[in-house]
């Protein structure tokens, strides 16, 4: 069964960088055809997809993120990182990763496997 758990910290001050680390079991990040990817929904809004890492190690990112936003991933450990540059308030969310076989996506369903979710806040 595979699982996915974010870990982090919490708060982040504004003009920092936001990291996140997932960790996955059960599955390893090169397994074919996956993407590995990271989304987040801010109070009241929806979701919004963030970006994400294939099982090759491409990296595709959400255009509205893209100049802030990089991902990496440890093969080893079978983790991949979320950072995002220069947060501000508007950055504040609840942080998933997931896995699917497309990504861009934003519905629950468009992805098979996700994690509990990470509540980060940016303030001062």
């Known amino acids: 069964q595979v699982q996915l758990q974010e870990s982090g910290p919490g708060l982040v001050k504004p003009s920092k960088t936001l990291s996140l680390i997932c960790a996955v079991s059960?599955?390893?990040?090169?397994?074919?055809?996956?993407?590995w990817s990271w989304l987040r929904q801010p109070p009241g809004k929806g979701m919004e997809w963030i970006g994400c890492?294939?099982?090759?190690?491409?990296?595709d990112y959400s255009p509205s993120l893209k100049n802030r936003t990089s991902i990496w991933r440890d093969t080893s450990k079978d983790q991949f990182t979320l950072h995002l540059f220069s947060v501000t308030p508007e950055d504040t969310a609840v942080y998933y990763c997931?896995?699917?076989?497309?990504?861009?996506?934003?519905?629950?369903?468009?992805?098979?496997?996700w994690g509990q979710g990470i509540q980060v806040t940016v303030s001062s």
């Open positions: 059960g599955d390893s990040i090169t397994s074919e055809n996956y993407f």
């Open positions: 890492i294939s099982y090759s190690g491409t990296t």
């Open positions: 997931a896995r699917g076989s497309a990504y861009g996506a934003t519905q629950w369903d468009d992805y098979d496997t």
